[in-house]
């Protein structure tokens, strides 16, 4: 895959969390994939492929849908939404702890989409059509958040599963004008893109 050569494991991992906090949680608003987002399509030399908008709509409704209920702490709905072989390989109890250990992400951000990336039946995948998010989050103390979110659907008519997601926190110590600091950005699991200086 390009960019931070973002790899299709056949082990999907989830690197991210979320605490459940006594308060209530901030709202946040759905993301939008706005017409400034990047969008590629990767597929091998000599294919051919375009998604349809029905595709993209479905694939932006399921990565909607999961930061929203992970934003509003409803793990049961966000766990609802992995592919069985992520549920597999991350019990509920562990998963959930999982998204306890970090406080902050997806608790008041804006999101904001900065690429969508298109794989046609990958291989070494199960076969599918599969889309990427790459994504910013802000908020309001400075705090960066950004990182991916995979899709996967399966025979056509199926619904898009999560199938990986990668993400990480940067805080304002290690923010300088709105980017993160070089040695930091080299560590993220983040395409920036145009997101590090535009606000779409």
């Known amino acids: 895959m390009k960019g931070y050569k973002r790899t ?8 991210f969390a979320a605490l459940l906090m006594s308060a209530q949680p901030a709202s946040a608003a759905p993301p939008q994939l706005a017409p400034e987002a990047e969008r590629e399509i990767v597929v091998p030399d000599g294919t051919t ?8 709509d479905a694939a932006l409704n399921r ?22 072989s992520f549920q597999a390989s991350n019990p509920r109890l562990e998963w ?25 039946d990958p291989a070494g995948q199960p076969p599918g059509l599969y889309a990427a998010f790459d994504f910013r989050g802000d908020r309001d103390d400075g705090t960066m958040d950004c990182g991916y979110v995979v899709v996967h659907r399966a025979p056509p008519a199926a619904a898009f599963t999560i199938v990986r997601v990668d993400a990480s926190e940067v805080p304002p110590d290690l923010m300088e004008d709105g980017v993160p ?10 395409w920036l893109g145009k997101g590090i200086a535009t606000a779409f």
């Open 63 to 84: 990565f909607v849908a999961y930061t929203m209920a992970l934003a509003k702490r409803d793990y049961d709905a966000a766990y609802a939404m992995l592919r069985l």
């Open 49 to 56: 492929f375009a998604p349809a908008a029905a595709d993209e």
């Open 181 to 190: 600091k070089v040695d930091v950005l080299r560590q993220l699991p983040c």
């Open 8 to 15: 299709m494991s056949a082990k999907p991992i989830v690197a």
């Open 96 to 120: 959930e702890m999982n998204q306890r250990k970090r406080p902050q992400l997806w608790a008041d951000g804006r999101i904001r989409i900065l690429r969508l990336s298109w794989y046609p």
